[in-house]
């Protein structure tokens, strides 16, 4: 399909994953929020300070449940702020608590908190240099911790190889899903590239079925479909439509002694002609050779018919030049108005046929209106369709 097609399709694509990346960091502050509430009852139950035991905490379930509400109004200036919360919360807290603590601590104490934020970095939706760096930092922040740390060099290098796991883990995690979403944007540029092809060829060929190659006006089986939907509904339709069966005068003698590229250009001018007479609804076609068919919408009185049949001569009447001759140009008109016999487009296209050569025979470069009294000879559907 064109681009101006797939466009809104992508533009949709794009705001569902903007709405999917915004209920992430959304559940990211909830369980950040979650894990503040249980910081503060741990830090009260293990003999901190009342003011640390509460007043950080606090001001981190305000900050993240103040984040968490805006970004379910979709908010788009709460996200850098949700992203800076989930990279410096948990680190900061817990190094405060550690600080704090009114007694001696293990690293493996630590393990949780630092453990936990790879993990939880997931669910911001940070490419993977912000998050590299983040965890990083997460990492030599533990690091330093667990070194200070009043233990044997055992617990810390397990602490330590705790931290660096969650750290390896999240980072591999995080490369593995971009590498995904890298392979489903390829894919779905793919298949929009190979809609877009299928879209072009279905057009071209429905070109080369309902166009005719020389002139570009509509060929005998896009005539026949017009026709057959106009017959559909008689009454409201066929009824005011009108078929006028050209066929040009002299146009054999063109052939003959200008050669058929001179025939070539004629049909062509005849063409650009005919075009210009008509309006937007109605029909311009080469039936074949040198024989077009224009249908001709909203007329049923006989003079407008006449009168339109007098411009198509009139636009014959004009000179074709080629090559800085004249070429010779006429044509023999059948008008043929729906009548309640003609049900079919072949009785139809047969009744235009029939008096454009009583308008031939009759002297050429005129035109006959059938008579809805006389009985044209018509041959069978199956032959003309």
């Known amino acids: 399909m064109p681009h101006s097609q797939t466009a809104p399709v992508d533009g949709r694509l794009a705001d569902r994953l903007n709405l999917d990346l915004r209920q992430q960091r959304q559940r990211l502050m909830l369980s950040l929020l979650c894990l503040a509430l249980l910081a503060m009852l741990l830090q009260a139950a293990s003999g901190y300070p009342l003011w640390l035991a509460l007043s950080l905490p606090t001001l981190a379930v305000l900050s993240l449940g103040r984040t968490a509400w805006a970004l379910q109004q979709a908010d788009s200036g709460w996200e850098p702020r949700a992203d800076w919360l989930a990279v410096g919360w948990l680190p900061l807290l817990a190094t405060l608590a550690v600080l704090a603590s009114p007694r001696s601590w293990l690293p493996t104490e630590l393990v949780l908190p630092f453990m936990l934020q790879p993990q939880l970095l997931l669910m911001s939706g940070l490419r993977f240099r912000p998050y590299a760096l983040a965890v990083l930092g997460n990492l030599g922040l533990a690091t330093l911790l667990i070194v200070l740390a009043p233990a044997s060099t055992l617990n810390q290098l397990l602490g330590l190889l705790c931290v660096a796991l969650a750290t390896a883990l999240g980072l591999n995690s995080l490369h593995r899903r971009q590498s995904q979403q890298r392979w489903l944007r390829n894919m779905r540029q793919r298949v929009v590239e190979t809609s877009e092809k299928m879209a072009e060829r279905q057009q071209k060929m429905r070109k080369l079925a309902f166009e005719d190659p020389l002139t570009g ?44 590229a001179a025939g070539d250009a004629l049909l062509t001018e005849v063409a650009q002609r005919f075009r210009g007479l008509v309006r937007r609804g109605d029909l311009v076609c080469r039936l074949g050779g040198d024989e077009f068919v224009i249908v001709v919408r909203g007329v049923s009185r006989a003079a407008e018919q006449g009168l339109i049949a007098d411009k198509i001569l009139a636009a014959l009447a004009e000179p074709v030049l080629y090559q800085g001759q004249r070429l010779p140009l006429g044509g023999s008109i059948g008008v043929a108005p729906w009548f309640p016999h003609l049900r079919s487009p072949a009785s139809w296209l047969a009744c235009a046929d029939a008096v454009m050569y009583q308008a031939k025979t009759g002297g050429r470069n005129r035109y006959v209106i059938a008579d809805p009294d006389t009985p044209y000879q018509v041959e069978s559907d199956k032959g003309a369709e």
């Open 217 to 260: 006006l509509a060929n005998r089986l896009e005539l026949i479909n017009q026709l057959r939907r106009s017959l559909k509904n008689p009454l409201e339709d066929a009824r005011h439509c009108v078929v006028y069966l050209i066929d040009l005068d002299f146009f054999k003698t063109v052939n003959d002694e200008y050669g058929h």
